[in-house]
């Protein structure tokens, strides 16, 4: 019968459905890990887990509360606080990443001997599990036996030994961000370096032929010719700063506690940990809420991204 | 124009759609609900236990539970092992998709969230009033729950159990026997004046740079090591309607300034809460740290590293010595098939014979009071000191989210400690917070 069916169609529909039954593996995954989350996730985000809700049943257990989850998220000060959190980060991550990693397209660039081993060696730290990273990271960083410390013992500086990068509010997302950057520039590298690699010779050679020095090469030249990778970077970089977690997760846990205008909060709570916290916690409603939240941020800020590279073009 | 071509030869494209339709519908089935354990077979039963040992009390629970098999042969126990600190997620997980076991072993503070939500069985309908009499009262207690916690508007008082503790644990003052001896000091500090004399006694800048080598204590930050200071004063955490957190009283705020001024003040205190400091167990060893507060999970550990090592109760404050509890509990979860048998197996393991048989194999302190008289503590003395100190320990706050309560409670101990806040700040701001994320939750 569906061999009647499918004789009977259109060569055009033959080939669409032909086409369809090769994609719905893709596309039953798709549907039920992606397009259903996102639904689901605003249904719940109306719903809210009751002190009597039953466990066995959760989901459908949950009560409905209209738009309570949205109306507490806008008054929780610890959201707000997580939010700055997050663009200091992001203000700290993403120059230091477009500096570190213009820095090495640069120099490997100058085709040094043994680049192509070099090249691999910094973008190595890329392929890494961040939870991998940011545990090495943190016995580096340790106040007691760390490498870090242990080093800056023995030049008489005893700061990293006392409290610790991590322990204390001031450096704390400093040490987080720099194990980040030295873990993903080795992919805004490879970016900078085809991008470096891509511009004319003659460009340079006519500059030479003006008198012009490296640094006004590199300022005049190269720079304003890698700007669509620096604004490219940016965008992926806020974007990765809206959702970084499991950074926080390996080194941090949110800590250490910060008293800001009387209120004690945590100096690298990131929105995507406290939203964690809050799943952890049995808030389904309110961490789908704050999902949702950070969902319309990303694109706020993703929006003015755009504009800026579209009028840099 | 490239010409359409058929990808795929005619008789398949059939195929695939019907391969589409039963891929779908596999995918659909076996959503049904069931019921934890396996059915009964050939009149055998079979229980799942869930359990977090390590792989010492593992052992010893296996020959446990082969022990039970042998004398009952109408039961076979699967015991699944897992990880401690994932053990919440994964029953939590488990109860969404129905697979939880017959039995699991959880922390105390899960208790309230899994009672409340009515999810396991009450064993108060079988014995369990006659066995938890005879049980630690601090460890059995936070299994008991009256009515009115889980029956919405019940104003009802009837305490039921819910659990029965199969481990307990405390805290006592460990401290350095040699160090002590070098200072002069001949026995262990008796109450919290006595402690802080000694404390400050043994902190010592022996080569005279200014940099002190040893110090008199080690504190950890977190709540559950502070408790021994909160309940030696006698504090009240929580209302006993459960609504309102007490931690802004007089006696409160004596037992967490205390501890702040053991670091702050008298400068006895080795800063070891902080991110990154040596640890209290770790410069205990050092011999950095004459005086620590840990459990007896360090015996062995120490007496491996040949500290001189003497164990004493926790200094007494005005309501006497005390200490925290740790530990877990055994709970039967609503789903089970064979919940007689299950309570029948969680009997015997708090029994008297099986608990003096595990605190001898484990150096661990027995669940049930019968036990104490009977277990052998010559290879380890020090057990009897704990067994001593458990009688007069207090339960934590039985509220239904604790790790929450503890979070809040260590932020607000950190900024106190570290001088960013005064201990009342502190403690007000923490009844604030608790109020709000903790008791006053719908």
């Given at each position: 019968?569906?061999?009647?069916?499918?004789?009977?169609?259109?060569?055009?529909?033959?080939?669409?459905?032909?086409?369809?039954?090769?994609?719905?593996?893709?596309?039953?995954?798709?549907?039920?890990?992606?397009?259903?989350?996102?639904?689901?996730?605003?249904?719940?985000?109306?719903?809210?887990?009751?002190?009597?809700?039953?466990?066995?049943?959760?989901?459908?257990?949950?009560?409905?509360?209209?738009?309570?989850?949205?109306?507490?998220?806008?008054?929780?000060?610890?959201?707000?606080?997580?939010?700055?959190?997050?663009?200091?980060?992001?203000?700290?991550?993403?120059?230091?990443?477009?500096?570190?990693?213009?820095?090495?397209?640069?120099?490997?660039?100058?085709?040094?001997?043994?680049?192509?081993?070099?090249?691999?060696?910094?973008?190595?730290?890329?392929?890494?599990?961040?939870?991998?990273?940011?545990?090495?990271?943190?016995?580096?960083?340790?106040?007691?036996?760390?490498?870090?410390?242990?080093?800056?013992?023995?030049?008489?500086?005893?700061?990293?030994?006392?409290?610790?990068?991590?322990?204390?509010?001031?450096?704390?997302?400093?040490?987080?961000?720099?194990?980040?950057?030295?873990?993903?520039?080795?992919?805004?590298?490879?970016?900078?370096?085809?991008?470096?690699?891509?511009?004319?010779?003659?460009?340079?050679?006519?500059?030479?032929?003006?008198?012009?020095?490296?640094?006004?090469?590199?300022?005049?030249?190269?720079?304003?010719?890698?700007?669509?990778?620096?604004?490219?970077?940016?965008?992926?970089?806020?974007?990765?700063?809206?959702?970084?977690?499991?950074?926080?997760?390996?080194?941090?846990?949110?800590?250490?506690?910060?008293?800001?205008?009387?209120?004690?909060?945590?100096?690298?709570?990131?929105?995507?940990?406290?939203?964690?916290?809050?799943?952890?916690?049995?808030?389904?409603?309110?961490?789908?809420?704050?999902?949702?939240?950070?969902?319309?941020?990303?694109?706020?800020?993703?929006?003015?991204?755009?504009?800026?590279?579209?009028?840099?073009? | 124009?490239?010409?359409?071509?058929?990808?795929?030869?005619?008789?398949?494209?059939?195929?695939?759609?019907?391969?589409?339709?039963?891929?779908?519908?596999?995918?659909?089935?076996?959503?049904?609900?069931?019921?934890?354990?396996?059915?009964?077979?050939?009149?055998?039963?079979?229980?799942?236990?869930?359990?977090?040992?390590?792989?010492?009390?593992?052992?010893?629970?296996?020959?446990?539970?082969?022990?039970?098999?042998?004398?009952?042969?109408?039961?076979?126990?699967?015991?699944?092992?897992?990880?401690?600190?994932q053990h919440v997620t994964k029953i939590k997980v488990a109860m969404i998709t129905h697979t939880v076991p017959d039995i699991a072993r959880v922390d105390p503070a899960f208790m309230p969230r899994l009672?409340?939500?009515?999810?396991?069985?009450?064993?108060?309908?079988?014995?369990?009033?006659?066995?938890?009499?005879?049980?630690?009262?601090?460890?059995?207690?936070?299994?008991?729950?009256?009515?009115?916690?889980?029956?919405?508007?019940?104003?009802?008082?009837?305490?039921?159990?819910?659990?029965?503790?199969?481990?307990?644990?405390?805290?006592?003052?460990?401290?350095?026997?040699?160090?002590?001896?070098?200072?002069?000091?001949?026995?262990?500090?008796?109450?919290?004046?006595?402690?802080?004399?000694?404390?400050?006694?043994?902190?010592?800048?022996?080569?005279?740079?200014?940099?002190?080598?040893?110090?008199?204590?080690?504190?950890?930050?977190?709540?559950?090591?502070?408790?021994?200071?909160?309940?030696?004063?006698?504090?009240?955490?929580?209302?006993?309607?459960?609504?309102?957190?007490?931690?802004?009283?007089?006696?409160?705020?004596?037992?967490?300034?205390?501890?702040?001024?053991?670091?702050?003040?008298?400068?006895?205190?080795?800063?070891?809460?902080?991110?990154?400091?040596?640890?209290?167990?770790?410069?205990?060893?050092?011999?950095?740290?004459?005086?620590?507060?840990?459990?007896?999970?360090?015996?062995?550990?120490?007496?491996?590293?040949?500290?001189?090592?003497?164990?004493?109760?926790?200094?007494?404050?005005?309501?006497?010595?005390?200490?925290?509890?740790?530990?877990?509990?055994?709970?039967?979860?609503?789903?089970?098939?064979?919940?007689?048998?299950?309570?029948?197996?969680?009997?015997?393991?708090?029994?008297?014979?099986?608990?003096?048989?595990?605190?001898?194999?484990?150096?661990?302190?027995?669940?049930?009071?019968?036990?104490?008289?009977?277990?052998?503590?010559?290879?380890?003395?020090?057990?009897?000191?704990?067994?001593?100190?458990?009688?007069?320990?207090?339960?934590?706050?039985?509220?239904?989210?604790?790790?929450?309560?503890?979070?809040?409670?260590?932020?607000?101990?950190?900024?106190?400690?570290?001088?960013?806040?005064?201990?009342?700040?502190?403690?007000?701001?923490?009844?604030?917070?608790?109020?709000?994320?903790?008791?006053?939750?719908?």
């Amino acid at each position: 019968m569906m061999e009647k069916l499918v004789s009977k169609m259109s060569p055009k529909w033959r080939d669409t459905t032909v086409a369809l039954v090769f994609l719905s593996p893709f596309l039953a995954v798709y549907a039920v890990f992606l397009v259903y989350p996102i639904f689901y996730s605003m249904y719940l985000s109306f719903r809210t887990v009751s002190v009597d809700t039953d466990m066995f049943n959760i989901f459908s257990d949950m009560r409905f509360t209209g738009l309570k989850n949205y109306i507490e998220l806008a008054k929780d000060y610890h959201f707000w606080w997580s939010l700055t959190v997050t663009f200091y980060y992001a203000i700290l991550y993403i120059p230091l990443l477009i500096f570190s990693s213009l820095v090495l397209a640069v120099l490997l660039n100058n085709h040094l001997k043994g680049h192509s081993f070099f090249r691999s060696a910094y973008f190595m730290p890329n392929v890494l599990d961040m939870f991998v990273v940011g545990t090495i990271w943190m016995f580096l960083y340790a106040p007691q036996g760390g490498v870090i410390s242990q080093i800056m013992n023995a030049l008489g500086i005893d700061f990293f030994s006392r409290e610790g990068i991590l322990g204390s509010p001031r450096t704390a997302m400093l040490g987080v961000v720099v194990a980040l950057v030295l873990k993903n520039s080795g992919f805004g590298m490879i970016l900078f370096l085809a991008a470096i690699q891509n511009i004319s010779r003659s460009v340079y050679e006519a500059a030479d032929i003006d008198g012009a020095s490296n640094w006004q090469k590199f300022t005049k030249i190269t720079i304003p010719l890698v700007r669509p990778i620096i604004l490219f970077m940016v965008v992926t970089g806020m974007i990765g700063a809206l959702n970084s977690f499991t950074e926080i997760y390996a080194m941090t846990s949110g800590k250490p506690n910060v008293v800001v205008f009387g209120k004690t909060m945590e100096a690298t709570r990131v929105a995507g940990y406290y939203l964690f916290r809050q799943w952890d916690r049995m808030n389904y409603g309110y961490a789908a809420a704050m999902s949702y939240a950070l969902l319309f941020i990303t694109l706020a800020v993703s929006y003015v991204n755009a504009k800026i590279l579209k009028s840099s073009h | 124009m490239i010409p359409k071509k058929n990808y795929l030869p005619k008789p398949l494209a059939p195929l695939a759609l019907a391969a589409l339709l039963a891929a779908s519908l596999l995918a659909s089935a076996g959503c049904g609900r069931a019921k934890s354990g396996k059915a009964a077979v050939d009149g055998v039963k079979y229980l799942t236990v869930w359990q977090t040992y390590n792989n010492e009390e593992h052992e010893v629970f296996l020959g446990i539970v082969s022990e039970y098999e042998k004398n009952n042969p109408g039961v076979k126990i699967k015991v699944q092992r897992i990880p401690w600190d994932q053990h919440v997620t994964k029953i939590k997980v488990a109860m969404i998709t129905h697979t939880v076991p017959d039995i699991a072993r959880v922390d105390p503070a899960f208790m309230p969230r899994l009672v409340r939500s009515r999810s396991l069985i009450d064993l108060s309908d079988y014995d369990a009033d006659k066995i938890i009499v005879d049980l630690v009262p601090a460890a059995a207690q936070a299994n008991v729950f009256p009515e009115s916690f889980f029956v919405r508007d019940s104003t009802s008082s009837r305490k039921r159990i819910f659990g029965l503790p199969d481990q307990t644990t405390g805290v006592a003052l460990f401290y350095n026997k040699k160090l002590f001896a070098d200072a002069g000091l001949a026995r262990a500090p008796a109450t919290w004046e006595e402690f802080v004399k000694y404390a400050k006694i043994l902190t010592r800048d022996s080569d005279g740079d200014g940099r002190v080598e040893q110090f008199g204590f080690a504190a950890d930050l977190s709540l559950w090591f502070t408790f021994p200071f909160f309940n030696t004063y006698g504090v009240k955490f929580i209302s006993d309607d459960g609504k309102t957190c007490l931690l802004d009283s007089l006696a409160a705020r004596e037992a967490l300034q205390l501890k702040v001024d053991l670091y702050a003040k008298h400068r006895a205190e080795a800063g070891a809460w902080q991110a990154g400091a040596i640890s209290p167990d770790t410069g205990f060893i050092n011999r950095k740290y004459a005086m620590i507060f840990t459990g007896p999970w360090n015996l062995k550990r120490f007496k491996d590293a040949g500290i001189p090592f003497g164990v004493s109760l926790i200094p007494r404050g005005p309501a006497g010595s005390s200490t925290n509890v740790g530990g877990s509990s055994m709970a039967v979860f609503r789903t089970s098939r064979h919940p007689d048998e299950a309570y029948k197996f969680l009997k015997y393991l708090v029994s008297t014979a099986t608990q003096k048989k595990w605190a001898e194999a484990l150096s661990q302190i027995p669940v049930n009071l019968k036990a104490y008289p009977m277990v052998n503590v010559s290879a380890l003395p020090e057990l009897k000191i704990f067994m001593e100190q458990m009688k007069t320990a207090v339960p934590r706050p039985k509220v239904l989210d604790y790790d929450e309560l503890e979070s809040i409670m260590n932020a607000e101990m950190y900024t106190a400690l570290s001088g960013q806040k005064t201990v009342e700040r502190a403690l007000k701001d923490a009844v604030e917070e608790i109020n709000k994320r903790v008791l006053n939750v719908e």
